[in-house]
């Protein structure tokens, strides 16, 4: 009798934890940001898109931007992953693929701008 309790026991634990498994999958789908499916089969962004993508200022982008291009000019190097730009005649393009790379090091390095 002993030996059935613990097999019903451990069925019940092993059911709860899965369950449980399902539950954290499905809340953190919920919480992950519904802009990157708006720019994920965009290769480029402009800055007003960059802005709206970031949840931040098109000037805030600029600055950035002129920050990072100051840093490199001045020090002559710059390490890690500048902010992923491309000038197409007057226009100034982000790099969507690279741009998430951008964030992730700038999160892990704490950057102020």
């Known amino acids: ?15 709860a934890i899965i369950t449980g498994c399902f539950i954290i999958k499905g809340s953190q789908s919920s919480i992950s940001p ?9 290769p480029l962004m402009t800055l007003k898109e960059t ?10 982008v600029r600055k950035i931007i002129t920050t990072e291009e ?3 000019k001045t020090q ?12 197409i005649g007057d226009e100034i393009f ?11 090091e700038s999160i892990q390095q704490r950057k102020e701008f």
């Open 76 to 87: 002559g190097a710059y390490t890690g992953v500048l902010f992923p730009i491309i000038k």
């Open 34 to 42: 519904t802009i990157n499916n708006e720019y994920s089969n965009k």
């Open 1 to 15: 009798m002993k030996n059935l309790s613990n097999v019903i026991s451990s069925i019940i634990l092993g059911i």
């Open 94 to 104: 982000v790099s969507t693929s690279v741009l998430n790379d951008w964030i992730k």
């Open 51 to 60: 802005a709206k993508y970031l949840n931040i200022t098109e000037s805030q």
């Open 70 to 72: 100051t840093m490199l």
